[in-house]
């Protein structure tokens, strides 16, 4: 059985709050690049977004005493620490193993 679940990074719950796109994803933008306000609004988006889609591990490994975390990694974002049983996001990796 597969799950997948969004991680709850600062942008993500700004994002639903808000109910739209603050950032462009990767390869992507935030307006139709066909109108002068589509391309300043893309202009001044930031460009990079936090996902968590290219490596995950389970530390530490099955076998320890320590109640285990998926950290989430990615190619231009910091990591997070997910739940590994929910998927759950617990926080920056560095917030919840110092």
């Known amino acids: 059985v597969y799950t997948s679940r969004i991680v709850e990074t600062p942008l993500t719950v700004k994002e639903r709050r808000n109910n739209r796109m603050e950032a462009r994803g990767v ?13 300043i609004k893309n202009a001044i988006s930031p460009s990079e977004r936090d996902t968590a889609n290219l490596v995950a591990n389970l530390w ?16 231009n974002g910091e990591p997070y620490a997910l739940d590994p ?10 917030d919840v193993i110092p």
């Open 27 to 39: 390869m992507s933008t935030v307006a139709d690049f066909g109108t002068l306000s589509g391309t």
């Open 85 to 94: 049983r929910t998927l759950k996001t617990k926080g920056r990796l560095v």
């Open 60 to 75: 530490p490994p099955p076998g320890n005493d320590i109640d285990p975390v998926l950290i989430t990694c990615t190619d």
